[in-house]
């Protein structure tokens, strides 16, 4: 069945840097697009970036580009979201999904707070 288990989030001050893992299993991982989406207290659930399967491209909402990276290792199964400059309304949780398979995983929590 498919799996996806995020990790890498926590605590940390604005300006700070964070990277979060997907590890993901059930599915032929290379083949599909992968997605970060975050979802803020009192607030719907948003797509924070995608890296396509096969060439890897990438994109990103505006409120992270230039801050945020998405990247891959299908070797491992696993997508990272690389966070920097972080900023106190990117305090969320944060979920990976694979593309048009219907299944979230637990997500991991990012607080961004001095």
């Known amino acids: 069945q498919v799996q996806l288990v995020e990790s890498g989030g926590g605590l940390v001050q604005p300006g700070g840097s964070l990277r979060l893992s997907c590890a993901a299993s059930?599915?032929?991982?290379?083949?599909?697009?992968m997605s970060w989406y975050r979802q803020a207290p009192g607030k719907e659930r948003e797509l924070v970036a995608t890296i396509t399967g096969f060439l890897g491209s990438t994109n990103y909402a505006d409120s992270v580009k230039g801050r945020f990276t998405i990247s891959r290792d299908n070797a491992k199964n696993t997508v990272y979201l690389q966070m920097n400059s972080l900023k106190a309304e990117d305090t969320a949780v944060y979920y990976c999904?694979?593309?048009?398979?219907?299944?979230w995983g637990q997500g991991t929590q990012v607080t961004v707070s001095s």
């Open positions: 059930g599915f032929t991982f290379s083949t599909y697009d």
């Open positions: 999904k694979a593309g048009g398979v219907p299944y």
